[in-house]
Nanobody
């Protein structure tokens, strides 16, 4: 069974910073990509940032220049450094991973989420 465990959320003032971490554990062969989504109350879940095997990174337009995604492949961990936080960044942040669990079989997993609240 594959598990994703997030940490690092919390309450921060506008302009502040937080770093989210997500550790993947369990049985899988390799990771295709890992990333972060967020969901604000009453809103749809949206992609924040994603890092693809090989190093390509994608960011939502709303976070470009403020958030940085990076990974430690040896630890199966992905991080999201969030700077210059705004109240609009308030949401539950979910870790997401697409991995190969067997030859020719990939699966998508989600963490349980960590809350980020940015006060004005």
């Amino acid at each position: 069974q594959v598990q994703l465990v997030e940490s690092g959320g919390g309450l921060v003032q506008a302009g502040g910073s937080l770093r989210l971490s997500c550790v993947a554990s369990g049985s899988f062969r390799s990771i295709n990509f890992m990333g972060w989504y967020r969901q604000a109350p009453g809103e749809q879940r949206e992609l924040v940032a994603r890092i693809i095997s090989g190093g390509t990174k994608n960011y939502a337009d709303s976070v470009k220049g403020r958030f940085t995604i990076y990974s430690d492949d040896a630890k199966n961990t992905v991080y999201l450094q969030m700077n210059s936080l705004k109240p609009d960044d308030t949401a539950a942040y979910y870790c997401n991973m697409n991995c190969n669990v067997d030859l020719g079989t990939s699966r998508v997993y989600w963490g349980k989420g960590t809350k980020v609240t940015v006060s004005s």
